[in-house]
């Protein structure tokens, strides 16, 4: 089951968080559309790297991705974010997941 992950897009040069929704946000409308499930994403570009090992981070963006089947698998949740992230393909030779839960 997926829950999260975390991946540094190179060509990008941000992070890329996806998460699993819990159904909270999914609205009578989605549903009535059919919509069952859908992934929070959010890109996050590091500041800086200081001497003190802080590593901030600018939020850039952030959004959902609405689905018709239960999204299960990490690899289906990053597709279709990168996807509505960049609105490009996802390409797998550019994302390094650095975390999954």
Do not use: H
């Not at 997926?2 to 990008?12: M, P």
């Not at 959902?64 to 990168?82: G, H, N, P, W």
């Amino acid at each position: 089951m997926f829950n999260a992950l975390l991946a540094w897009l190179k060509d990008e040069k941000v992070f890329l968080k996806v998460q699993s929704g819990t159904g909270d946000n999914l609205q009578d409308e989605d549903i009535q559309k059919g919509f069952v499930d859908y992934c929070l994403w959010s890109t996050f570009r590091p500041e800086c790297i200081d001497i003190d090992g802080e590593l901030d981070m600018e939020c850039l963006d952030s959004g959902m991705v609405l689905f018709r089947e239960i999204c299960s698998d990490a690899k289906t949740a990053l597709q279709a974010c990168y996807k509505e992230a960049f609105g490009k393909e996802y390409c797998e030779t550019d994302a390094i997941v650095l975390m999954e839960e």
